[in-house]
């Protein structure tokens, strides 16, 4: 019942996600920063030669690495740009690749720690749920229906993934087993409804 105004500051700060070390970690002008709540301190966290961090990324279960989307802007059109998946220490450090594809965006991170869900796929008038090892290695497609497929998350029991899709031409929420089965609409209003978390 009560909002608290945390920060208060110029620019654009994306995608708070709440570390169990009590303070939040988010994107900012393309670097991630780390806000502490207790003294309200902002610092920069450390993320080598990764310079385009976007608001895709994500805090490991165990709280000790952050899983990073960052774009190459090298190409002269957007379509041309690329998307991929690094994971860093949550402290900061170098940053390790674990995509492979043109367009990766990280949504998701198992309740084990050991595999990420994301969407992605050669072109942006078809992107699907994928998942890999966080170590990297062959992603394995879990979704093929023509149009978008985003935002993957786990059930905090492993079982599912929930995403949203425009499968029916109307964007809906869906879950499906962890392996990509049994899909199955959850939302049948008329709102568009995007990116489910479910709750812990």
Known sequence: GKIDTVLIANGDFE????????????????????????TKILTE?????????MDDHGISPDGKFLALTDFDSSGHTFQSYKFNIYTVPAAGGEPKKISSEALSFWHGWSPDGKT???????D?????????????GTPTRLTETAGLDDGPDYSADGRYIYFHSYRTGHMHIW???????????MTFDENANWFPHPSP
């Open 175 to 185: 879950r499906m087993n962890s392996d990509g089965t049994q899909p199955e609409q």
């Open 15 to 38: 995608a708070p996600n709440w570390h169990p070390g009590n303070y939040l970690v988010m994107n900012f002008r393309g670097k991630m920063v780390k806000l502490d709540l207790a």
């Open 124 to 136: 942006f008038s078809n992107l699907d749920v994928y998942t890999i090892p966080v170590d990297g």
């Open 116 to 122: 990420i869900a994301y969407c992605g796929g050669p």
């Open 45 to 53: 966290i450390n993320t080598g030669s990764l310079t385009n961090l």
